[in-house]
């Protein structure tokens, strides 16, 4: 299976239930639906993943339950795990226009962002970026402008992640490769996501533990996270954070 990786739009995204529930949808109610950014990126998705021959298509926007506490504590805790099993990711860079990566930071472009694509500066994305050994990357009108293969030098100066790393994820499940805990962390330091306790939850893949999510927790989501690391490594730079 194939599985996307994008910055999500306010309020233009298609639910789960939405998704399940479109042929019993009034035609105007449909139509709307279907005219929205968020329906015509799964729509490009899965036109990409049947053009490169794979038979699903995994979304987060519509392939949740989210009226389902157990189903969302669920698929956040097991994240991680199917982008690593994903034969291949695609990223959709909705505020890039050009056909090329772009490999200088730009202000005017991506003000908002550092000088980078906005996808660069949210939390979830890091694990995305990481976990996947495929990743493809898309401009907003679905051209393709490189892979983290070709990239990986790029791609270590705006996220500041080793090469190591982007190319052999599996050196973040060795005890004698794997970087330091504060290392990994400073990955995750200048990403915002729109709740606070996923600052905490997106981190739970690259540091292999798992809790159950409590929204309205607050910053105690990161204290949480804290306490599952120290369970499971004796790293003390974990202090400093």
């Known amino acids: 299976y194939a599985i996307l990786s994008h910055r999500w739009g306010d309020g233009s995204e298609v639910t789960y239930d939405e998704m399940t529930g479109l042929a019993a949808m009034k035609p105007q109610k449909r139509d709307n639906v279907?005219?929205?950014?968020?329906y015509q990126k799964i729509i490009?998705?899965?036109?990409?993943?049947?053009k490169d021959g794979y038979k699903w298509m995994w979304?987060?926007?519509c392939c949740i339950d989210k009226r389902s506490s157990a189903e969302l504590s669920e698929a956040i805790n097991s994240m991680y795990r199917w982008y690593r099993n994903a034969q291949k990711c695609y990223v959709y860079l909705n505020d890039v226009v050009e056909s090329i990566f772009p490999t200088e930071q730009d202000f005017s472009k991506f003000g908002r962002s550092n000088g980078w694509p906005e996808w660069f500066?949210?939390?979830w994305t890091l694990q995305e970026l990481i976990a996947p050994t495929e990743v493809e990357f898309f401009n907003n009108s679905w051209v393709s402008i490189g892979t983290k293969r070709d990239l990986t030098s790029?791609?270590?100066?705006i996220t500041r992640i080793p090469e190591m790393v982007l190319k052999y994820e599996q050196v973040l499940r060795s005890t004698s490769t794997r970087p330091g805990v504060a290392h990994i962390m400073s990955w995750a330091a200048h990403r915002k996501t729109t709740r606070v306790e996923d600052r905490a939850y997106s981190l739970m893949g690259l540091f292999g533990v798992?809790?159950?999510m409590l929204y309205g927790e607050g910053s105690k989501a990161f204290q949480r996270l804290q306490l599952e690391i120290i369970r499971v490594s004796s790293d003390h730079s974990i202090f400093a954070w």
């Open 34 to 38: 279907r005219e929205r950014d968020g």
């Open 44 to 50: 490009k998705s899965c036109e990409q993943a049947k």
């Open 59 to 61: 979304i987060d926007t």
């Open 121 to 123: 500066s949210r939390g």
């Open 154 to 157: 790029s791609l270590e100066v």
């Open 210 to 212: 798992n809790m159950p």
